[in-house]
């Protein structure tokens, strides 16, 4: 009967190099979720002279029609 030695080891490191080996962790995961909590305004580049054209649709993608046709166009 053979007996199988198992040799463990610990290695220390010092926490300087932990602590930094945590700051650059949570830095790329603050850059990977930064894109997914950041929102950009939505007319950021809108004029007053611009007109938008909305196309009003139902739950399957329909045209709906409204008073005014089925666009509406703002500052007409």
């Known amino acids: 009967?053979?007996?199988?030695?198992?040799?463990?080891?610990?290695?220390?490191?010092?926490?300087?190099?932990?602590?930094?080996?945590?700051a650059v962790a949570?830095?790329?995961?603050?850059?990977?979720?930064?894109?997914i909590l950041s929102a950009n305004p939505a007319f950021a580049e809108l004029n007053p002279q611009d007109t938008i054209k909305v196309r009003l649709v139902d739950a399957q993608g329909l045209s709906v029609g409204t008073p005014y046709g089925p666009f509406i166009v703002a500052n007409q």
């Open 26 to 35: 949570i830095a790329l995961g603050a850059n990977a979720i930064k894109p």
């Open 1 to 22: 009967m053979q007996r199988k030695v198992v040799h463990e080891h610990t290695i220390k490191i010092p926490r300087v190099v932990t602590v930094g080996i945590y």
